[in-house]
């Protein structure tokens, strides 16, 4: 199931929230939200499985959590407003490409994964979105199928840096050749993100004709 196309369900708190800050410029919130991520990057690279490696794994996912609720206000300030424009769509889109890239870099880099875990988690990613926008820019509908989509992502990424706070510190062993939860996370969004790129580029495909036309039906 992709939350993405469940993001109306939030609007009982988030509409509220939106119109509280919505005398805020929404480029604040999106420029605010990556900022949040660089500096969850960078705690997921310090952070560890002891001592002031683990305080630091708090303060990652609470970045993580800022990134979330910031990624979320600035389009619905947006919309509330009537200043939603292709120019912050654009930016939007960027600068979640760039957040996306900080954090699991973040992980990949820390003691909780293994480099090359993170990098193909990184590059299923950013191929996933990439044909999303493809579609987009071709004419297409943007397409959200597939297995994984952003919003599962950031599911993820708040309940399993907690997920191994608490296993860590509770002295549990991870079993087999497990190392973190938080690998396992990148593992996933490793080969379901790249069955997520492949579902959407084949999606698109289909919606040309054999005169390489979009399809009007």
Known sequence: MVLDNYRSALDWWLTPLARLFRHVHPDVFTWTSLAAAVLGGVAFWKSGPSGAGLDLLLVAWAC???NSVFDLL????????GQATP????????????SDSALILGIAFSPWARLEVGVFALLA????SY?????QAVGLKRSYAGLLGRADRMVMLLVLPLADWVWTT???AYPGEMTSLLEMML?????????T???RFVSGLRSFGRDGQQRQD
């Open 187 to 195: 593992l996933y969004f490793a080969v379901v993100g790249s069955i």
């Open 170 to 172: 509770k002295g549990y």
């Open 64 to 66: 993580v959590l800022l």
């Open 197 to 199: 790129t492949i579902q």
């Open 87 to 98: 120019r912050g769509d654009y930016l939007d889109h960027t600068v979640d490409r760039l």
């Open 131 to 135: 044909v999303a926008t493809q579609a």
């Open 74 to 81: 600035d389009g619905k300030i947006a919309k509330l407003t």
């Open 125 to 128: 990613t950013l191929l996933t």
